[in-house]
């Protein structure tokens, strides 16, 4: 099943975070997400994305992932190290990076 898509359009140009409030504003879901021009999901973000906002119990919880170099031939990404990390961050303040 597709989520349902609605396009927001400006006037005049507002800029990146402009944008973003205004999406942000307008939007109706659970959730929010924003993909930038450079990123290329892999396969599973959406499912550990959610699964991390739920594990925080707060509904407000903003998540952002690491995000690896991607060549700009082949659009495949380059990851520099093994690991990933996660940023977690509440609104109340709390930080952390997640393994």
Do not use: Y
């Not at 989520?3 to 927001?8: D, F, G, Q, S, T």
């Not at 892999?42 to 594990?55: A, E, H, N, V, Y």
């Not at 700009?72 to 709390?94: H, I, M, Q, V, Y």
């Amino acid at each position: 099943q597709r989520a349902a898509v609605r396009i927001v359009r400006h006037e005049h140009t507002v800029g990146l975070i402009g944008a973003k409030i205004t999406g942000g504003n307008a939007a109706t879901g659970d959730v929010v997400v924003f993909l930038d021009c450079h990123v290329r999901p892999r396969k599973g973000w959406d499912r550990t994305i959610l699964s991390t906002m739920q594990s925080s119990g707060d509904h407000r919880t903003v998540v952002v992932p690491e995000i690896g170099s991607l060549n700009p031939t082949t659009w495949e990404e380059e990851r520099p190290k093994e690991s990933s990390w996660a940023c977690f961050l509440l609104w109340n303040g709390d930080f952390t990076w997640l393994p």
